[in-house]
């Protein structure tokens, strides 16, 4: 193809002045956009200021805080200075009582050995002396002369204080070693008692074991049939609390249910006399659509802590915040969807002779039900997503749940399992949501392309 | 026979037909309605019993609840607004309204209130734009007809998914054991949040845009940047803005909320406002926020209208 001369250039430029001489605002408004952008996030910089928040953040804690989600820790004690060493676990340890885990091990000359990861990563240890293996490396550690000393090179994996030496092996745990005691903690991969909790009496059976004692052992707790005992300390889980946490779940299912739904009856009415196509009075309309707006500006958080301090904090305040904030968004889509429609169908129904309603039912009516119920349903979704966060500043739910299962940053594997269910849920109902919003499209497509083919 | 009687009977039959068909629609609708009404019921029924105090009991007492609200003196609502030292102050926390001014310039300060608006408008301004900046490019991988690759395409559409669903709280709740408690986790939290949320509104844009703009591009040798740059950007640009505008609605509200557990802005101080029963104050914050609320749609609505025409959105979240 030839090259283009200049005056052909100018020809093309002078046919499409539109094209080539746009006003300045209209050339540059992207450049200032983005310049303003600029500017505003530099502003957001110091706003919020950030350089220091992110230098005084703990990004350490993120990776820790993430494998809490799917593995626990057992940190067994040993007292050297006792007559007899013998470890010791917390209280509540996920073992239970009488715990014998096989990973320590009492030895026949007296020593103890904890096995961390296998035999690749062990620590044994006496009243005297302390041996550290991991990495292929073997540490030994002398506790007789008032502190504990390496004999030996000191590898990068172990740090030396004054009066500890602290070995980390990674994911697997760690070792602290004074005079006095050592301290194991060895973390687990899973979610420890998710069934049984320590005080069952189905604890630390096997799957087999506790299915032959439900389905013919002797009553373990006398008067009660074993599957109910086994139903019910599995509901009671101490560590889990399923029961309450399905409870809750529940009750975040049937705030976004409730609210919605009564929503959606009272706004129902009220849209039509919103509509300005349809409402008797302009003036009505305009009260109706103020109250509308009014309904959605005071914010689901306000109606939430107003009603949670009507009626105390549970399910119906959360119901009642977004039945209240409901009435205003989906009076206004559906007065909305009411003034699109077509004319002809009410001018037909008119033209009969019928009365008001009538003509509503049969002119409006059959159009507008399809939306409505789509416009409900994406609300429905919404709001189930929307009725956990509300649930946090107690308007019930597993809101709450979750947010105290976070402040204390020490139970991430049941705030991990709640998450689990919530996004079971989210996933459950959008698919729900989906499929009948699917439905109710195909039924408008084929109701429009009957109206276009008869003309 | 004759040929009357035999008309007669076809229509009859159709006619049956339709009423049998009505019927069972009718018995249909009827049944759907029935569920429903029983549903509605048993969940009233749940919430009320799981609740802590329950609807009868508390009703007659609800205007006992509204009477905290009716502050003694009305001109302390402007006082709580303005900062503005009250007469009523006795050194409780009720009327120590002068206590929060964010001094600017001398004696120029900025109302508490003020500044805590400020704090959950820019939350979700913030969050809004990491929202976009991702999304953007994001959709444009998850979009069938644009796709670099159908494998990154299914990667990115689940990752998007993923961010929409999960809990917004549980996300600050972590970031606010690391960045500390603050409005810099309901930033992230909300941010990710939009990230999933916009993607897939960008992305269903994307799947419906003109492709023969694309088509003439891809005829010239334009490599996928270029594409995408020139021919779909300039389509869905306009929509995408439209949809960024009804996030920022959107995310002023979750903001407000992230505040009342600890997200910062003027959410906590709502929340504290109400549950210690400061009518004056609870009024002036409430007075705010829904002027606040209010103007950002009014904006927001005429910007889109601007930008996309009479075009009806649905809500989304």
């Known amino acids: 193809m030839a090259a283009i001369t200049a005056s052909e250039l100018s020809a093309i430029e002078g046919r499409h002045p539109q094209i080539f001489q746009r006003p300045a605002y209209k050339r540059f408004w992207p450049l200032l956009l983005i310049a303003g952008t600029v500017l505003y996030l530099a502003y957001a910089l110091w706003f919020f200021s950030l350089p220091q928040v992110l230098r005084e953040s703990h990004w350490e804690r993120l990776p820790l805080f993430l494998s809490q989600w799917i593995s626990y820790d057992l940190q067994p004690e040993f007292r050297l200075d006792q007559p007899e060493i013998t470890p010791k676990y917390p209280r509540f340890s996920a073992l239970g009582e009488h715990p014998d885990p096989d990973w320590v091990i009492k030895n026949p000359d007296g020593t103890f050995t904890v096995l961390i990861d296998g035999r690749d990563k062990t620590v044994t240890f006496d009243k ?207 007065s909305e969807a009411l003034e699109n429609i077509d004319d002809k169908p009410r001018e037909g129904v008119l033209s009969t002779g019928a009365n008001g309603l009538l003509v509503q039912r049969y002119g409006v009516l059959p159009e507008v039900v399809p939306v409505f119920i789509s416009q409900t349903l994406y609300q429905w979704e919404s709001n189930t997503r929307g009725a956990t966060i509300i649930g946090a500043v107690g308007a019930g739910g597993i809101g709450l749940k979750l947010w105290e299962a976070m402040r204390t940053n020490s139970n991430w594997a049941n705030v991990f399992y709640m998450v689990l269910l919530t996004l079971l849920v989210v996933f459950i109902f959008d698919n729900i949501s989906n499929f009948l919003r699917r439905r109710l499209s195909r039924t408008l497509h084929d109701y429009n392309r009957l109206q276009a083919a008869q003309g | 026979m004759t040929s009357a009687t035999l008309h007669s009977d076809a229509t009859r039959q159709q006619a049956d037909a339709w009423r049998r068909q009505t019927s069972l629609r009718r018995f249909y609708t009827g049944l759907g309605v029935g569920l429903l009404l029983v549903a509605m019921c048993a969940t009233m029924w749940f919430a009320d019993e799981a609740n802590a105090g329950h609807f009868f009991d508390r009703l007659p007492h609800i205007l006992d609840f509204l009477s905290w609200l009716v502050p003694k003196d009305w001109n302390d609502v402007w006082r709580a607004l303005f900062d503005i030292a009250s007469p009523n102050d006795k050194g409780t926390q009720e009327f120590n309204f002068p206590l929060g001014r964010v001094y600017i310039w001398g004696g120029f300060y900025i109302p508490e209130y003020f500044e805590l608006m400020l704090t959950t408008v820019n939350v979700a301004l913030v969050s809004t734009f990491i929202g976009f900046v991702f999304a953007v490019p994001f959709s444009f991988i998850a979009a069938r007809n644009l796709t670099p690759s159908p494998v990154l395409r299914l990667i990115v559409k689940r990752f998007m998914e993923l961010l929409r669903a999960f809990p917004e709280i549980v996300i600050a709740g972590l970031f606010a054991a690391i960045v500390s408690i603050g409005p810099v986790a309901a930033i992230i939290a909300i941010g990710l949040h939009s990230i999933g949320a916009l993607g897939k509104l960008f992305y269903e844009i994307n799947e419906n845009i003109d492709m023969r703009a694309e088509e003439g591009l891809r005829a010239v040798g334009a490599n996928w940047f270029e594409r995408v740059r020139f021919a779909d950007l300039p389509q869905v640009l306009p929509n995408f803005m439209s949809y960024t505008l009804l996030r920022i609605e959107i995310n002023v509200r979750i903001s407000t909320i992230m505040g009342a557990v600890g997200g910062g802005g003027i959410g906590e101080e709502l929340k504290l406002s109400i549950s210690r029963g400061f009518g004056a104050k609870t009024l002036a914050l409430v007075l705010l926020l829904f002027v606040t609320i209010f103007l950002v749609d009014q904006f927001s609505a005429w910007l889109r209208r601007k930008l996309v025409g009479e075009q009806a959105f649905l809500m989304s979240a």
């Open chain 1, 128 to 334: 005297i002396r302390a041996t550290i293996v991991a990495n292929g490396q073997t540490v030994p550690v002398s506790l007789t002369g008032g502190k504990p000393v390496v004999t030996g090179p000191v590898p990068d994996w172990v740090t030396v204080h004054d009066d500890e030496i602290v070995a980390k092996m990674g994911f697997v745990g760690e070792v602290r070693v004074t005079v006095d005691r050592v301290k194991v903690r060895k973390r687990f991969l899973g979610w420890a008692n998710f069934v049984f909790d320590t005080r069952s009496p189905f604890f630390g059976k096997s799957a087999g074991e506790v299915i032959s004692l439900i389905a013919s052992g002797p009553e373990l707790k006398p008067g009660t049939s074993n599957l109910a005992l086994a139903a019910d300390n599995i509901w009671n889980n101490a560590q889990w609390q399923h029961g309450d946490v399905w409870t809750k779940l529940l009750q975040t299912i049937v705030m976004a249910f409730l609210g919605t739904l009564l929503g959606g009856i009272v706004a129902f009415p009220l849209a039509f006399f919103a509509a300005r196509n349809i409402t008797p009075s302009g003036l009505l309309s305009q009260v109706l659509k103020r109250f509308f707006d009014f309904m959605r500006s005071v914010d689901m958080l306000i109606w939430a802590l107003f009603f949670t301090r009507a009626f105390g904090p549970g399910p119906l305040a959360g119901s009642a915040a977004i039945f209240f904030t409901e009435i205003g968004t989906l009076g206004k889509t559906y």
